[in-house]
């Protein structure tokens, strides 16, 4: 299960950066998504540990 878990943050991680960098608007557009991510990421490091 940790292997998924890690696998799902990568693929979330890899999105809001991508998110994060291609625009201001897209930064914008999707602030609440790459809050989210960076919370869960954040959450699933903490139970991890």
Same mark, same amino acid.
């Given at each position: 299960?940790?292997?998924?878990?890690?696998?799902?943050?990568?693929?979330?991680?890899?999105i809001? $950066? @991508?998110?994060? %960098?291609?625009? *201001?608007a897209?930064?914008?557009?999707? /602030?609440?998504? $790459? @809050?989210?991510? %960076?919370?869960? *990421?954040?959450a699933?490091?903490?139970? /991890?540990?």
């Open positions: 299960m940790a292997a998924a878990n890690r696998l799902l943050i990568a693929k979330i991680a890899m809001a $950066s @991508i998110a994060g %960098i291609s625009t *201001i897209g930064l914008i557009e999707y /602030s609440r998504f $790459s @809050i989210l991510a %960076i919370l869960a *990421i954040m699933i490091l903490a139970i /991890s540990y």
